[in-house]
């Protein structure tokens, strides 16, 4: 039951991390895991520039491929990992081939490229964000469901769970989605949020409830827009 487990397991203070290059990584965990930082904690003024991540990346919950849970800014950095959820106590979430969940952060030119299997709020880029800024960046990877699993919900091919505050523009997923609810090529779950100026490519599967090419289920009671933006039909 590690945490803050990463190249650096856990950052509370101003730091700039540029120009690093960690290769061939094999981190596994529990909570906060990443293959750069376990977790930016509180720190707005964290930033991360031109780094890249490529590997295997294991955790239970809050992992993803560079961050396990982010703050600040980051910019021009790429992950290629493989990032793979542990299932402990019947449950996983939050895991991104990027990040596991992004809060108060500002994410641009960045990129994931490898598979994310998990659980619930998860995403080939993010597995969930609140209140932040995500521009210019895509996702190749397969979002894939853990089959044991009854659940799988809040899974998209760009970000899980999108909701209070984010905006995420000029970006896009061409990975292939598995699930069960809450399952959009793009996006798994919109509350709150703005996405303007963003695709999906990808294959979405029928699942039980709550499945979208682009979006698998937007917020109607608050507000979630959705401005100039499209999925494949053929294949979503």
């Known amino acids: 039951d590690e945490e803050y487990v990463g190249f650096i397991g856990l950052i509370t203070t101003a730091v700039q991390i540029k120009n690093l290059n960690l290769a061939d990584v094999d981190i596994t965990g529990y909570n906060r895991v990443g293959g750069l930082v376990g977790e930016v904690k509180d720190v707005p003024t964290f930033l991360a520039d031109n780094c890249s991540v490529t590997g295997a990346i294991k955790g239970s919950i809050f992992t993803g491929g560079m961050f396990g849970r982010l703050s600040g800014t980051v910019s021009n950095c790429h992950t290629d990992t493989t990032t793979v959820a542990i299932i402990i106590n019947d449950d996983s979430f939050n895991l991104g081939g990027f990040a596991g969940s992004a809060a108060g952060a500002t994410i641009t030119h960045c990129y994931a490229i490898g598979n994310v299997t998990g659980n619930n709020k998860f995403g080939g880029l993010l597995g969930s964000a609140t209140d932040s800024s995500i521009n210019q960046c895509y996702a190749l990877g397969d979002v894939i469901r853990l089959p044991r699993n009854a659940l799988n919900t809040a899974i ?52 039980f409830a709550d499945r979208g090419g682009f979006v698998g289920y937007r917020s109607t009671s608050v507000e979630a827009v959705i401005t100039d933006c499209y999925y494949d039909s053929e294949t979503s």
Request: with cysteine.
């Open 156 to 207: 998209g091919g760009f970000v899980g769970y999108l909701a209070y505050g984010c905006q995420i523009t000029d970006c896009y997923s061409r990975g292939d989605v598995e699930g069960r609810e809450d399952l959009g090529g793009f996006c798994g779950y919109l509350v709150q949020s703005i996405i303007e100026r963003c695709y999906s490519t990808g294959s979405v599967p029928v699942p």
